[in-house]
């Protein structure tokens, strides 16, 4: 089993929609836990944490559930502009390092 | 500097020639991280550093491959008689810990 799972996708959704991203860690040891984006072309940059509370940005919300072993990623209000490659992170779980997702590509259509 | 920086941004060299990629780090990032990806693809883990040590290395694709790190901030990827399959962008990124990663720009590596 991967260390970190994704479903790449692509999710197309229209402007406006509310799209959600899951993903699952195997190490239940893991401390750390992060949303990065990608543009083409580009390296991944941290979106947001994700803190066992649960916490928003705007139109992102991020979520722990530590019991299942996932987090979860919500856009609302969809904009052409968050059309980008969505990367789970994880840190502190095998080696206390940190590990990626191969990430869930998501595009906005007009 | 204030972010990770990677050397050089662009690379072209001839199959069968020796590279070697350097990676800056963030002063005091303590984990170093060297990735590649080939264009569409998701990012493919090469090695991590903790310190000067190298408790992961499992990513690394075949023994034409291999990393250092030294004084626990500069980092050296070489890949030794490069093939075209070689060919993508390699990526490093630090991090304290428990803390998110950043990374550098990536050096664009292309064998022809």
């Known amino acids: 089993r991967k260390e970190v799972e994704q479903d790449p996708g692509p999710f197309n959704v229209p402007e406006g929609a509310t799209v959600a991203f899951n993903c699952t860690y195997s190490?239940?040891?893991?401390?750390?836990f992060f949303w990065y984006r990608q543009d083409c072309r580009k390296e991944p940059k941290l979106l947001m944490s994700?803190?066992?509370s649960g916490n928003e940005d705007g139109r992102f919300t991020a979520q722990l559930n530590r019991a299942s072993q996932y987090i979860s990623l919500l856009i609302r209000d969809s904009k052409l502009s968050d059309s980008a490659t969505y990367l789970c992170?994880?840190?502190?779980?095998?080696?206390?390092?940190?590990?990626f997702g191969i990430g869930t590509k998501l595009q906005v259509i007009p | 500097g204030a972010g990770v920086s990677q050397s050089p941004s662009n690379k072209v060299t001839e199959k069968g020639k020796d590279v070697e990629l350097r990676c800056d780090p963030i002063?005091?990032?303590?984990?170093l991280y060297w990735y590649r990806q080939s264009l569409g693809q998701g990012l493919e883990f090469l090695i991590y550093f903790q310190g000067n040590s190298a408790p992961d290395k499992s990513g690394l694709p075949s023994d034409r491959f291999s990393a250092e790190r030294t004084g626990g901030s500069v980092s050296t990827l070489t890949i030794q008689r490069t093939q075209q399959e070689d060919s993508a962008v390699y990526l490093c990124?630090?991090?304290?810990?428990?803390?998110?990663?950043?990374f550098g720009q990536g050096t664009r590596l292309t064998v022809v």
């Open positions: 992170v994880v840190n502190g779980g095998g080696y206390q390092k940190v590990t």
């Open positions: 990124a630090s991090s304290q810990r428990r803390s998110e990663a950043f």
């Open positions: 002063s005091g990032h303590t984990a």
């Open positions: 994700v803190y066992s």
């Open positions: 190490n239940s040891a893991s401390q750390s």
